[in-house]
């Protein structure tokens, strides 16, 4: 073998996985037709579900410097839209979570003790950085990690068998174990393999760009809704966004002009704005697809691969991140001999649902957008749900995935959720201890019985044992490479213990012989 996986896609979703199957230790190889990151506007924001994951592996300081550069653009657009007078721009663009089909949805009206809403740390705080901000990111932690990134090397076709698969390129082939496509979501593995990709036609036709204008003093700032459709302004310099209900775009390749953007644009806003330049432009549409699986023997597929939908909501990064999270150390752990195949199985099991939700989602969002007298009624009982704590709360839970929880075994309320960022008594936090991608069993109350079990286990867990003042109900968890709680228990439970044998063996395979501690 070459490598033990081919991945075919170098986006942010193609490059979290290839650092996740280093981290796991395999020989990784990512193939990317593009020969630099492409400098297309995409979506502008990540949810908290990404902010974690590249939180988890120390990703934090680099993710608030881009975020602080953004907001200074947004400061800059507010001055310029105020005459020079700035407002309080910083704390009026981090009053808000997101929207909701264009309905913004206030950070004050939260309900942070809802589970998944309050417990994120610092990431939470993480929200505006752009996409190819991401890819840069990762591109330069892949690096770092020894993934091979070939850019400019396109996947144009590959033949699998049990035992391998070979990559045919434009350069020559690869021959590896797995193959991921990452690819996008007109994927080429994804249409050679032959999933089946059912899902929703679209209804609707929709522009992102940033632009060079005059006139724009009559564009109102944020989300407005028309007679004719729904279009955005801001949050920086020249960005907008136009959707309308007149069907899919003949070509969706043709190239986006200024004339085409300055038409739509008008007639979305009826105000006479004049385009002079466009920076960075691109067309969407409302279709909603997904594969029914995610895996075909050798060949698994992650990210818009897997599932396309409108971007309405910027929650596609966000499920493209947590697809390579959930089936990197998986993946990786079968490859290294950790685990047996079937816990591949897993992905599709525990991803396919999210993706299915998230598509929905969406879905709910165009039927609140279209301007139909009934359409229009329901946005108006939407917003005034959104007013309220809870109608803000559900929406920003639903946002965030913070209701996710994958069916694993047990009965503690953490089980199958993402773990929460406790703050430990030594002064670290949760995620301090998941940088180097492996499993954590947080001992919580000095029990030995507990890190006895664990012990078989070294290379794969890691153990700490330290308090944590703020959850003392708390005895100990097991968390998983991507976070999420594989096994919990309370201080005090009569059997405290119970559960974690099978947990560990679950996701982690037989021990080594355990050496009993002195």
């Given at each position: 073998?070459?490598y033990?996986?081919?991945?075919?896609?170098?986006?942010?979703?193609?490059?979290?996985?290839?650092?996740?199957?280093?981290?796991?230790?395999a020989r990784?190889?990512?193939?990317?037709r593009?020969?630099?990151?492409?400098?297309?506007?995409?979506?502008g924001?990540?949810?908290t579900?990404?902010a974690?994951?590249?939180?988890?592996?120390?990703?934090?300081?680099?993710l608030?410097?881009?975020?602080?550069?953004?907001?200074d653009r947004?400061?800059?657009?507010?001055?310029?839209?105020?005459g020079g007078?700035?407002?309080?721009?910083?704390g009026?663009g981090l009053?808000f979570?997101g929207h909701f089909a264009?309905?913004m949805?206030?950070?004050?009206?939260?309900?942070?003790?809802?589970?998944?809403?309050?417990?994120?740390?610092?990431?939470?705080e993480?929200?505006?950085?752009?996409?190819?901000d991401?890819?840069?990111?990762?591109?330069?932690?892949?690096?770092?990690l020894?993934?091979?990134?070939?850019?400019?090397?396109?996947?144009?076709g590959?033949d699998?068998?049990?035992?391998?698969?070979?990559?045919?390129?434009g350069?020559?082939?690869?021959?590896?174990?797995w193959?991921?496509?990452?690819?996008?979501g007109?994927?080429?593995?994804?249409?050679?393999?032959?999933?089946?990709?059912?899902?929703?036609d679209p209804?609707?036709?929709?522009?992102q760009a940033v632009?060079?204008?005059?006139?724009?003093?009559?564009?109102t700032?944020g989300w407005?809704?028309?007679?004719?459709?729904?279009?955005?302004?801001?949050?920086?310099?020249?960005?907008v966004v136009?959707?309308?209900?007149?069907?899919?775009?003949a070509?969706r390749n043709?190239?986006?002009t200024?004339e085409?953007?300055?038409a739509?644009?008008?007639?979305?806003?009826g105000v006479?704005v004049?385009?002079?330049?466009v920076?960075?432009a691109t067309?969407?549409?409302?279709?909603?697809?997904?594969?029914?699986e995610?895996r075909?023997?050798?060949?698994?597929?992650?990210g818009?691969?897997?599932?396309?939908?409108s971007?309405?909501?910027s929650?596609?990064?966000?499920?493209?991140?947590?697809?390579?999270?959930?089936?990197?150390w998986?993946?990786?752990?079968v490859?290294?001999g950790?685990?047996?195949?079937?816990l591949?199985d897993?992905?599709?099991a525990?991803?396919?649902?999210?993706?299915?939700?998230i598509?929905d989602?969406?879905?709910?969002q165009?039927?609140?957008?279209?301007?139909?007298?009934?359409s229009r009624?329901?946005?108006?009982?939407?917003?005034?749900?959104?007013?309220?704590?809870?109608g803000?709360?559900?929406?920003?839970?639903r946002l965030?995935?913070a209701?996710?929880r994958?069916?694993?075994?047990?009965?503690?309320?953490?089980?199958g959720?993402?773990?929460?960022?406790?703050?430990?008594?030594?002064?670290?936090?949760?995620?301090d201890?998941?940088?180097?991608?492996?499993?954590?069993?947080?001992?919580?109350t000095?029990?030995?019985?507990?890190?006895?079990?664990?012990?078989?286990?070294?290379?794969r867990?890691?153990t700490?044992?330290?308090?944590?003042?703020?959850?003392?109900?708390?005895?100990?968890?097991?968390?998983?490479?991507d976070?999420?709680?594989?096994w919990?228990?309370?201080?005090g439970?009569?059997?405290?213990?119970?559960?974690l044998?099978?947990?560990?063996?679950?996701w982690?395979?037989?021990?080594?012989d355990?050496?009993?501690?002195?």
């Amino acid at each position: 073998m070459d490598y033990d996986v081919v991945v075919a896609g170098g986006g942010p979703v193609g490059l979290m996985l290839a650092c996740e199957l280093r981290l796991g230790g395999a020989r990784v190889a990512v193939l990317e037709r593009l020969t630099e990151v492409d400098p297309t506007i995409k979506g502008g924001a990540i949810t908290t579900p990404s902010a974690e994951a590249l939180y988890r592996r120390g990703m934090l300081p680099p993710l608030a410097e881009v975020q602080r550069q953004a907001m200074d653009r947004f400061q800059a657009f507010i001055r310029e839209r105020n005459g020079g007078d700035g407002g309080g721009a910083a704390g009026q663009g981090l009053g808000f979570v997101g929207h909701f089909a264009g309905i913004m949805l206030r950070a004050d009206l939260v309900d942070r003790t809802e589970p998944g809403l309050g417990d994120a740390g610092p990431a939470a705080e993480i929200a505006f950085v752009a996409q190819q901000d991401i890819e840069r990111l990762l591109g330069e932690r892949a690096d770092e990690l020894g993934v091979d990134v070939r850019r400019g090397v396109e996947l144009t076709g590959f033949d699998a068998d049990d035992g391998a698969v070979t990559v045919r390129t434009g350069h020559g082939t690869i021959r590896a174990a797995w193959l991921v496509g990452c690819d996008g979501g007109r994927s080429t593995v994804r249409k050679v393999a032959g999933f089946s990709f059912p899902g929703t036609d679209p209804e609707t036709t929709c522009h992102q760009a940033v632009v060079e204008m005059t006139g724009a003093e009559g564009l109102t700032v944020g989300w407005t809704t028309t007679d004719t459709g729904v279009y955005a302004h801001g949050p920086m310099p020249g960005r907008v966004v136009t959707v309308e209900f007149d069907g899919p775009p003949a070509d969706r390749n043709a190239p986006v002009t200024a004339e085409d953007l300055q038409a739509r644009l008008r007639r979305v806003s009826g105000v006479d704005v004049t385009i002079t330049e466009v920076r960075t432009a691109t067309r969407f549409t409302d279709h909603a697809r997904q594969v029914t699986e995610y895996r075909k023997g050798r060949v698994l597929l992650a990210g818009d691969a897997a599932h396309v939908h409108s971007a309405f909501g910027s929650q596609g990064l966000s499920l493209g991140i947590g697809d390579a999270m959930n089936l990197g150390w998986k993946l990786a752990a079968v490859i290294g001999g950790r685990a047996p195949e079937g816990l591949l199985d897993t992905y599709t099991a525990e991803r396919h649902s999210v993706g299915a939700g998230i598509l929905d989602w969406t879905r709910s969002q165009v039927a609140a957008m279209r301007p139909d007298p009934q359409s229009r009624a329901l946005r108006a009982i939407i917003s005034d749900l959104a007013e309220t704590v809870t109608g803000t709360t559900y929406l920003t839970a639903r946002l965030n995935s913070a209701g996710v929880r994958y069916g694993l075994p047990g009965e503690h309320p953490l089980t199958g959720r993402s773990a929460p960022d406790l703050e430990l008594a030594d002064g670290s936090r949760l995620a301090d201890h998941l940088h180097g991608g492996r499993a954590l069993l947080l001992d919580l109350t000095d029990e030995p019985e507990l890190r006895a079990l664990a012990v078989g286990y070294a290379g794969r867990v890691d153990t700490l044992t330290v308090g944590c003042p703020a959850r003392p109900e708390l005895a100990a968890v097991l968390v998983r490479p991507d976070g999420f709680t594989a096994w919990a228990a309370d201080a005090g439970a009569p059997t405290s213990t119970a559960g974690l044998t099978e947990a560990l063996e679950e996701w982690f395979g037989v021990p080594e012989d355990a050496v009993t501690p002195g």
